[in-house]
């Protein structure tokens, strides 16, 4: 099992979803996705980009627990990452494994 509690030998869908909000004039990206309970920053991250060429590590994403499951004995968290976006200088986000 992965960071989305996935099989490593067999093909599935992208668990990611991706939803925007706006409040108050501040735009919001929502990243939702399973993540397996004990795995956290640093071994993953989050970037954004206005270009899709130069990435930058997110800033000021807070996460928060939306509900929990065990899935073949694993417990899984979803979890909705909220990246801010401020003015208009960002367009994309993307999650991204850091290691080990």
């Known amino acids: 099992m992965h960071l989305f509690g996935t099989s490593p030998i067999q093909a599935s869908s992208n668990p990611i979803q991706i939803t925007r909000s706006t409040i108050d004039g501040e ?44 899935v073949g004995g694993v417990q899984i968290d979803t979890i909705d990452a909220a990246i801010p976006f401020p003015g208009a200088t960002i367009d994309f986000a993307r999650l991204r494994w850091l290691g080990p």
């Open 27 to 70: 735009t919001t990206l929502h990243l939702i996705f399973p993540r397996r309970v004990g795995l956290a920053p640093p071994s993953y991250g989050y970037e954004t980009s206005a270009d899709l060429q130069q990435w930058d590590p997110a800033q000021g994403v807070t996460e928060t627990i939306l509900s929990s499951q065990n």
